[in-house]
């Protein structure tokens, strides 16, 4: 066997792996959606194929580092004028240079047709969004269900007890969601539809049972009028009523990001807009 033709291959094979996993880590939902919805691909998680692109990665630099050494000479050929001197900024260095700051120029800058590259990159994390759902807060699938049944207003007993009825009974309630999933072969999401019914009541501000936090949870744009209601038990109407005051319209089937962009703002400032009138009850 020659070591040559073992590390082309390998080059070869190796960028093969990248590609594929560049294109599903590409089209694949954000990290906190794909956490919460337990997505998979062939079995295997968003940080299984991260993993994968990133070890894979090391191994096409290696040999194709090894490659250059094999490969020393045809390429430092082309590098030389037609003296036969070798020169670095030859024609076709220069043009290959070019290549390469236009392409990272223009991402950075996030000019068409590279901007393009990136909306698309977007549009799959949205629709990967949409269909998974979003999670409350970042990683809350890492919380343990005492600690998330407090941040969403859940009686703790009640949780538990329809877990038990739903067949998936929890022993201890530091016990993470995470966890709680895997044992039952659940995504995190699922287990939170479970204990859903277990959200405590509190009409002391005018049906509003409580007050959105200072920072909108990671996701909250991607977020329809109605589920961001749903989810933080807000009057729907009254919170489309006043926004009409305040010269934004709303619909309950459109997301905070569109409804922001609809009424030239941003959901950072939509939802503080929201945030003042449920404070206002």
Same mark, same amino acid.
């Given at each position: 066997?020659?070591?040559?033709?073992?590390?082309?291959?390998?080059?070869?094979?190796?960028?093969?792996?990248?590609?594929?996993?560049?294109?599903?880590?590409?089209?694949?939902?954000?990290?906190?959606?794909?956490?919460?919805?337990?997505?998979?691909?062939?079995?295997?998680?968003?940080?299984?194929?991260?993993?994968?692109?990133?070890?894979?990665?090391?191994?096409?630099?290696?040999?194709?580092?090894?490659?250059?050494?094999?490969?020393?000479?045809?390429?430092?050929?082309?590098?030389?004028?037609?003296?036969?001197?070798?020169?670095?900024?030859?024609?076709?260095?220069?043009?290959?240079?070019?290549?390469?700051?236009?392409?990272?120029?223009?991402?950075?800058?996030?000019?068409?047709?590279?901007?393009?590259?990136?909306?698309?990159? /977007?549009?799959?994390?949205?629709?990967?969004?949409?269909?998974?759902?979003?999670?409350?807060?970042?990683?809350?699938?890492?919380?343990?269900?005492?600690?998330?049944?407090?941040?969403?207003?859940?009686?703790?007993?009640?949780?538990?007890?329809?877990?038990?009825?739903?067949?998936?009974?929890?022993?201890?309630?530091?016990?993470?969601?995470? =966890?709680?999933?895997?044992?039952?072969?659940?995504?995190?999401?699922?287990?939170?539809?479970?204990?859903?019914?277990?959200?405590?009541?509190?009409?002391?501000?005018?049906?509003?049972?409580?007050?959105?936090?200072?920072?909108?949870?990671?996701?909250?744009?991607?977020?329809?009028? /109605?589920?961001?209601?749903?989810?933080? =038990?807000?009057?729907?109407?009254?919170?489309?009523?006043?926004?009409?005051?305040?010269?934004?319209?709303?619909?309950?089937?459109?997301?905070?990001?569109?409804? /922001?962009?609809?009424?030239?703002?941003?959901?950072?400032?939509?939802?503080?807009?929201?945030?003042?009138?449920?404070?206002?009850?």
């Amino acid at each position: 066997m020659k070591l040559r033709k073992i590390t082309s291959l390998t080059a070869m094979l190796s960028f093969a792996v990248m590609i594929l996993t560049s294109i599903i880590l590409y089209v694949v939902p954000q990290g906190r959606v794909a956490y919460w919805a337990d997505w998979r691909l062939w079995g295997l998680t968003k940080t299984d194929w991260g993993n994968i692109h990133i070890v894979v990665g090391l191994l096409f630099l290696l040999t194709l580092g090894l490659h250059l050494y094999y490969n020393w000479k045809p390429v430092v050929s082309y590098l030389k004028n037609k003296l036969k001197q070798v020169k670095v900024f030859t024609p076709e260095f220069n043009v290959a240079l070019v290549i390469t700051l236009v392409f990272a120029v223009g991402t950075y800058l996030a000019v068409p047709p590279f901007s393009y590259v990136l909306s698309l990159n /977007a549009y799959f994390k949205d629709i990967g969004a949409e269909k998974y759902g979003e999670p409350p807060y970042g990683h809350a699938e890492l919380s343990s269900l005492k600690t998330f049944a407090a941040k969403m207003n859940l009686d703790l007993e009640q949780s538990m007890d329809l877990l038990g009825k739903a067949g998936y009974a929890v022993e201890d309630s530091e016990t993470t969601l995470e =966890s709680i999933g895997r044992q039952y072969g659940l995504p995190p999401q699922a287990i939170y539809e479970v204990i859903k019914p277990a959200a405590m009541k509190d009409e002391s501000s005018d049906g509003q049972t409580a007050l959105l936090p200072d920072s909108p949870p990671p996701g909250t744009g991607n977020l329809t009028l /109605a589920d961001f209601c749903t989810q933080f =038990s807000l009057n729907m109407k009254l919170v489309v009523r006043e926004l009409k005051k305040l010269n934004i319209k709303a619909s309950e089937e459109l997301s905070l990001k569109k409804i /922001a962009e609809d009424n030239n703002t941003n959901p950072i400032d939509l939802y503080e807009r929201i945030r003042e009138i449920v404070q206002k009850g």
